[in-house]
């Protein structure tokens, strides 16, 4: 193991050092003003989060939420396999119209000369037209299988749901990457949809969250409460709890309502004591209600 | 070694989760959703907006990519540099949209508000978003060294398995990113102080 700076630093870290080791650290940390700085943010960092990192409500409810949306997108997959079998049938049948068409446009060529009444008694170029435009329809109309891949790419945007099928898992995971990208408009249709679609489901409990983060995002701090507040008094006890209260002071921040925003974040220091908004709650709340000395 | 990280057992779960067994998948998402997580929080700061989203997209490329996965380093490792990109282009798409200073853990409008002592409270509160501000203006590799060694506690050694360089680079880069996090931080009005103070 080599005893570089950067590395002495960051398994002592972790506690992972010898005495000799510590030694030469402490040393090393006494010449170096830069190798002070840098140890010294770096255990700022480590008071944010436990470490080893623990399985919290919030990891739990993103390890639900992929389960399922992996399961659907695995049944949707299956699901594809007739369209796939449209494909070439139709395929089949634009490569066969096509053929057809040629060795027509071929006969028609070797007649020694073709009369209007021919023409129009030849009904190979109609019937060829239709059939192209039945089969490029065809082709066309079955939802393309490429546009949904087996597996996520980190490099290719996840596809967003069709509108007939979606499962509240998609629904909801669309809407989160609508957000992100910038199309709030989008994002609250697909929430919208979810809802109206599956009233029942987690996903609409959860969606809550993610509409009162919509709306706490684009300054509508009283519509953003009554997300938060609706979650909690539609999931007395849901995994986002702590998020919803989290929010719900932030938003009563936004509102000028500091009084009722430190109440929100003392029950969820008191509730959720190791919940990642742990420190930010409290630095909040000595912020807003200095320590006198 | 890994900070906080479980031995590296999840690779025996790989073929079973690409065999689609349930159990494995769940089993595999359950350990390594934490870790994801925490990169997530202290990339972006734990009250970002979508501190989850991140790490949940990080997780689904995570399944997504284990085909690419062929079990040169730790399986853990694969996933925090997953984590970390999706988590670095979500400031840098913040950054664009001028977004991001609305959701530090920075509520500038309590600074003025307060009434004894706000150089404290501030140091105390505003330092981990300054560093993330700081963070941003580096080059994305140098970022990318500074965020795995400073904010996640990497090796070296680890950061060249997780950046997919060698160590000498991992190295030069640390060198490289620290001086520069240090020439922004002395003009950086909250970091500027304990640049000082340390030197």
Known sequence: ?293 | MQPGGPDDDLKSLVPRVMAGDAGALRSLLSQLVPHLLRVSRRVLGSDHLFVEDVAHDAAYTVIGQLAQYRGEGTLLNFARGIAVHTAMNMRRRDRAQKRGSARDAVDTDAFETQTLDPEAALAQTAVLPAVREVLDELPEVLAEALVLNLLLGHTVVEIAEIAGAPIETVRSRLRLAKDRFKSRAERHPVLREMVRFDS
């Not at chain 1, 299956?78 to 057809?100: D, N, Q, Y």
């Not at chain 1, 979606?166 to 909801?172: D, M, P």
């Not at chain 1, 995002?217 to 007395?236: I, K, N, Q, T, V």
């Open chain 1, 1 to 293: 193991m080599t005893d570089a700076l950067e590395d002495l630093v960051a398994r002592a870290r972790r506690d992972e050092l010898t005495g000799p080791e510590q030694q030469r650290l402490d040393m090393l940390l006494d010449n170096s003003a830069e190798a002070r700085l840098f140890h010294r943010l770096g255990r700022r960092f480590d008071g944010e989060d436990p470490a080893p990192p623990i399985a919290d409500a919030a990891s739990q409810a993103i390890v639900e939420a992929l389960l399922k949306q992996l399961h659907d997108s695995r049944n949707q997959k299956r699901r594809t396999v007739p369209r796939w079998s449209w494909l070439i049938a139709a395929a089949a049948l634009f490569v066969a119209s096509l053929a057809g068409a040629v060795i027509g446009v071929q006969r028609l060529r070797s007649l020694p000369a073709p009369t209007p009444s021919a023409t129009a008694r030849s009904s190979v170029s109609p019937d060829t037209g239709r059939a192209i435009g039945r089969a490029q329809s065809s082709v066309v109309l079955p939802s393309a299988p490429s546009q949904e891949p087996a597996t996520p790419s980190l490099s290719a945007e996840l596809p967003l749901p069709r509108p007939a099928s979606s499962s509240a898992a998609e629904l909801l995971s669309a809407a989160g990457r609508a957000r992100r990208s910038g199309q709030p408009t989008q994002a609250l249709e697909l929430l919208q949809t979810l809802r109206a679609r599956y009233p029942n489901s987690p996903e609409a409990s959860a969606s809550e969250i993610t509409l009162g983060k919509l709306e706490l995002e684009r300054g509508a701090a009283a519509a953003a409460l009554g997300d938060f507040d609706g979650y909690l008094r539609h999931s007395p006890g849901g995994a986002l709890t702590p998020e919803a209260l989290w929010g719900r002071s932030q938003a009563l921040t936004q509102l000028g309502k500091s009084a009722e925003a430190q109440q929100s974040l003392r029950e969820l220091l008191q509730r959720f004591p190791s919940s990642p908004y742990t420190s930010a709650a409290r630095a909040k709340l000595s912020v807003a209600v200095p320590a006198r000395p």
